[in-house]
């Protein structure tokens, strides 16, 4: 059995957390990724009574950012809860320009600022943040970090604490790919790696990612780079689409699920 | 006076070519970017006769591609279209993947066979081919070159008769940009610098340009790494959007002229 992961973002339009974990028990899955925001929707004492019960661990704790002050102050708060809730990783989201900036060099400047800031508490919690790269058309309103090259850059100057996620929507397109998956392979910094998939055509920058082998990446292509680059953690599923949040989150799962082994498994087609 | 040159795909939806010859002509332009279905539409003896008249030259030629097996058939038919009408450069388009591929790096190969493929024609006709590198977001469905520094690859790879155009559009996000402008402009590969904006929010992959200075890319700084990079050529407007292909196009020109001479014009606000 492969190991998989569901980012709660992939179901959150009709699950709440706790039916998430429930879902996700009732599949045998024992680890999962998760949100600030829905931990608040059900209460933090609740979420983490069902994890419990569950007997399920955290990967993923989304999040920290965007880096505006406002997001900045929170972000103590939510490392600390990242940590109450025993998260292997934490997002982290740089956002992009403040409003009326051009200048991304300075910007860029000053998220790495902003994450070598974040780095003492984290590591004093036994925490590790996560640059996840997001896709280039996401630049100036979201993030100012596109590609892996440049989060391996920041991971190799800021040093322990912070490593990379690779999602194959945002970094699927790039010809370095291959070189900077093994880069970060090499230096034990890959903490996650998310699945879904690009759609043709792809109808919204934000919310029209596709389910695993509805589009056009290469995706056990890319899960190769990944295992060769040392990466031993399990695959996760984070689908922002809004055709998948309209649908029921068992029937999403186990559709995940199926395509998961028939991409991924030891036993897929050769 | 600063040089600008229109792409007809600016105003393409309410001006055929013989207008957007106009056009440009009473606004004092000498050069214009045109398009091989745009010829065709008004016929070609009338667009060279056109042309002609108005003492106008041709910078860049729309284009071949996609490098489907019926895009390159008729590549040497467009190359000696593009050399009839005198134009400095031909645009390529690699397309995408072909249908049901996954394997980028093995469509990467076969463009950059293509590519070579065009250039003895091309030299014999006194032509140069302009690779476009295209968004990330375009990987797969239109192109299959989504950086500067994979066009540059390409460049020194191929040697003579190929060249890059920088399109703010597409490049703008890339961490490498000013170092990959320089590489490019130190081998004098540098064939055209095109501008528009990066609108927040971008609603359409391919449709939703903005007019200079509606978004925000920081279009003075980068046309200084253009400069200091020794590219002297004009300032190509090439704007595809919905919102403005509705308007007026002598109001679309006048308009970009007047961002122009603010964004790029010697007197501009320091």
């Not at 600390?80 to 740089?94: I, K, N, S």
Request: proline content about 3%; aromatic content about 6%.
């Amino acid at each position: 059995m492969i190991d998989v992961v569901f980012n709660h973002a992939t179901v959150r339009n009709r699950a709440d957390m706790l039916q998430f974990l429930d879902l996700c028990a009732e599949r045998g899955l024992g680890t999962v990724s998760i949100w600030g925001n829905e931990i608040e929707k059900v209460g933090e004492a609740r979420a983490l009574e069902a994890l419990r019960a569950h007997g399920m661990r955290v990967s993923g704790y989304n999040r920290i950012g965007p880096f505006t002050p406002e997001g900045l102050g929170k972000a103590r708060a939510e490392l600390e809860r990242a940590a109450r809730f025993g998260a292997d990783h934490v997002f982290l989201f740089t956002g992009g320009l403040a409003k009326g900036e051009r200048d991304l060099p300075r910007a860029r400047d000053r998220a790495e600022a902003a994450i070598a800031g974040l780095l003492p508490m984290t590591l004093d919690l036994g925490l590790k943040l996560a640059i996840e790269p997001l896709h280039p058309m996401l630049v100036g309103d979201r993030t100012v970090i596109a590609s892996l090259g440049h989060a391996n850059d920041i991971c190799e100057r800021l040093g322990e604490g912070v490593g990379v996620v690779i999602d194959v929507h945002h970094l699927w397109w790039d010809e370095h790919l291959e070189a900077e998956i093994a880069r970060a392979g090499k230096a034990g910094r890959i903490l996650g790696f998310h699945v879904n998939d690009w759609l043709i055509p792809t109808r919204h920058l934000l919310t029209d990612r596709g389910m695993m082998g509805d589009g056009i990446i290469d995706l056990a292509g890319i899960e190769g780079m990944v295992r060769r680059a040392g990466f031993a953690g399990p695959i996760e599923v984070e689908i922002f689409s809004e055709d998948w949040w309209q649908r029921d989150p068992a029937e999403v799962m186990d559709i995940a699920l199926d395509r998961c082994k028939a991409i991924f498994g030891r036993d897929r087609a050769a």
